[in-house]
T-cell receptor, first 116, second 116 residues
Framework: DAGVIQSPRHEVTEMGQEVTLRCKPI?????LFWYRQTMMRGLELLIY????????DSGMPEDRFSAKMPNASFSTLKIQPSEPRDSAVYFC??????????????FGNGTRLTVT | AQKITQTQPGMFVQEKEAVTLDCTYD???????LFWYKQPSSGEMIFLIY??????QNATEGRYSLNFQKARKSANLVISASQLGDSAMYFC?????????????FGSGTRLQVQP
């Protein structure tokens, strides 16, 4: 059974460029989460979706960040324009609703973003 | 206020010994869940164990057990018979609300090093 798939694994870009991170959740999972991990701030929730609908985007840093989930098997996180302070590991995670509140999040391997 | 506090930035343990990683939490919600994740140096996030606020018994999963003290709002992870492969970052996380908010809030983590 395939886990959460993120691409690319590594992304190096220059300040001002657009960056798009991609995520394929586990089939049948109807919750999808985007987290960011940095040394200074730890693991922060950016946004999460339920059945492709954004539920909480209060963690999205600013208008430069946007996330979409056009269907149940695909989500994108876009940063435009990127800045050096956006350098971090970005995780996508998914979870099913059927198990209730005890269902863990299943994480992808993350995308390490470096903005120079 | 921090919702999840992990006060031990780093811990050392001898191989084959047991180790306790501390986690305290803050919530006024009577219904919540507590999770522990392992993040090895390769970067992936691995779910270890779950404890629900209404669970009467401490959770166990193989060599992992959770010392849940509700009145003290603590949910410490106990790893028995440590192995070299247990060296990693360990994160405590909480989900608040029965079936409501599905995202997890993470602590800052504890880096465990198992020594031969």
């Amino acid at each position: 059974d395939a886990g959460v798939i993120q691409s690319p694994r590594h992304e190096v870009t220059e300040m001002g460029q657009e960056v798009t991170l991609r995520c394929k959740p586990i089939s049948g999972h109807d919750y999808l989460f985007w987290y960011r991990q940095t040394m200074m701030r730890g693991l922060e929730l950016l946004i999460y979706f339920n059945n492709n609908v954004p539920i909480d985007d209060s963690g999205m840093p600013e208008d430069r960040f946007s996330a979409k989930m056009p269907n149940a098997s695909f989500s994108t996180l876009k940063i435009q324009p990127s800045e050096p302070r956006d350098s971090a590991v970005y995780f996508c995670a998914s979870s099913p609703s059927g198990q209730g509140a005890n269902s863990p999040l299943h994480f992808g391997n993350g995308t390490r973003l470096t903005v120079t | 206020a921090q919702k999840i506090t992990q006060t031990q930035p780093g811990m050392f343990v001898q191989e084959k010994e047991a180790v306790t990683l501390d986690c305290t939490y803050d919530t006024s919600d009577p219904s919540y869940g507590l999770f522990w994740y392992k993040q090895p140096s390769s970067g992936e996030m691995i779910f270890l164990i779950y404890q629900g606020s209404y669970d009467q018994q401490n959770a166990t999963e193989g060599r992992y057990s959770l010392n849940f003290q509700k009145a003290r709002k603590s949910a410490n992870l106990v790893i028995s018979a440590s192995q070299l492969g247990d060296s990693a970052m360990y994160f405590c996380a909480m989900r608040e609300g029965q079936g409501g908010r599905r995202a997890l809030t993470f602590g800052s983590g504890t880096r465990l090093q198992v020594q031969p």
